[in-house]
């Protein structure tokens, strides 16, 4: 189907200046970018007046959690109504592929905070290939709704290795985590992740993980970190990344980079004056942030590393000894847990955002706190009795952001767009449903904090470079048709703490891939998205290897 989009005004991911055009796709593909007014309905099966719409590059976001959800809720509509046409999956460690049976199960466990864990489900992967190929087929629902690059997870990778378990890698087992992370970079994966706060990704040390991006960055990947703290000792966290980076040669790019709790509040210099250098020496380096003040995470992650090796019934096993449990309560309220990021727990920061199981759901929405309160105990022992009864299964909202430290970081030449977005949960985080029209709108638009050229660039044609994505990420001709229409007046993000599931206000059409996902502001179901796999050649796109 040929669809002629006409009288738009053209923002084309390049951060150049705007202009009036007519744009034509030919099914997958956009064939003429013409001066407005110059092609024809003849030309075109369907016609589009886009008179007073912006059509620019379908959104990338850099951080995404959809790795499960993605083929379990096939229309996507949390990422398909804010104009997001590809997502980068993988994040923080963990996730679903390369994995064996028995690391399957714990790592299904361990996140099922950020994806669920359906009973049901036909997990009918094991390697990065496979999976990849599992978000390609016809079968089991069809295909997906975005296109989804993906990182290879140490930490998933080091549970392969080594078990959940704490401890450096003898050399051979070194070498074997090595191994897997190559397999998997040469089935497809662009480039890997680490969760360092998450077990057992947190047990690695610097050596470890320098072994691991040397063989990231021979293959031409990049290393994104979730690194070790982002409170006390942020600053030192990312400093080990970006020498690592240095010293590999592997390319880096910081996932969700801010500086949060009271000790980070005004710093975000320190940290850009970090990067600057860094970039001045020939560095490469990149980071994306999510438009928000609260994180996300899993109530479990509050914990110190030691009390969560080896998996959750060692876990559990822990919590339920009065003796190991008095050690952890020293841990996370004294002297800081390492889970959190070496902060002492603020009882009044973590609200419940989603649980696994059905009796604790009268917590959602409550801090640990405000349970406290409501019930008469010490906050500590609220937080022990949830993990128990939830399995560790239960997501938070954690409130330790500054909004000076954001807009900082926002506008820095590296910065582009991740939601961070965990669809699962009662009441999940409003970032998985508006963070690019609240970039587009509230930052932009209302704020000024960058123009609406340089924000496109930011959520577009710069992720897209570091992808290394072949023909995507700018309108042009030749190019993938993974497009967005949207009103500069009125797009916005509607999404609230209160009520997170809103699709945003302003954003008319997206097509994936040619194929219209949102048509007149409605969703379709359409599902044209594809795996981005990296190919030989260094450059990412869809299609087998």
Known sequence: M?????????????????RPADVLLDGPVIATIADAGTLTAAEADRVIDATGMV????????????????????????????????????????????????TLAGVREKIAGWNDNPADFDWNWRTVGEYLDRLDEEEHGGRIATNAAYLVPQGTVRAMVMGFAEGDPTPEQQQQMQDVIRTAMQEGAVGMSSGLTYTPGMYAQTEELAGLCRTVGELGGFYAPHHRSYGKGALDAYAEMIALSRDTGCALHLSHATMNFAENKGRASELLDLIDSALDQGVDITLDTYPYLPGATTLSAILPSWASSGGTDATLARLADPETRARIREAVEIYGSDGCHG???????????????????GFVGQTIRDIATATGQEPFDVFVHILMEDRLGTGILQHVGHE???????????????????????????????????????????????GLEEMVHHLSGRPAARLKLHNRGLVREGYAADVVLFDPETIRDEATFENPRQAASGIHYVFVNGAAAIDGGQPTGARAGRALRRHSDGLTREGQL
């Open 55 to 102: 059509l620019s590059p379908g959104f990338i976001d850099m951080h995404a959690h959809s790795d499960l959800q993605l083929l379990v809720n096939r229309d996507h509509y949390a990422k398909v109504s804010q104009g997001v046409t590809t997502e980068l999956l993988g994040q923080d460690g963990l996730s679903y592929a390369p994995v064996d049976d028995a």
């Open 2 to 18: 040929k669809t002629l989009i006409s009288n738009a005004t053209l923002v084309d991911g390049t951060g150049e200046d705007r």
């Open 404 to 450: 000076e430290n954001v807009q900082a970081i926002m506008k820095h030449r590296t910065h582009t767009g991740g939601s961070d977005g965990l669809l699962v949960g009662a009441k999940p985080h409003p970032r998985a449903w508006g963070t690019f029209p609240r970039y587009l709108g509230h930052y932009s638009r209302d704020l000024g904090l960058l």
């Open 343 to 361: 902060v002492v727990a603020e009882w009044d920061t973590l609200e419940i955002s989603g649980v696994q199981t059905p009796a604790l759901a």
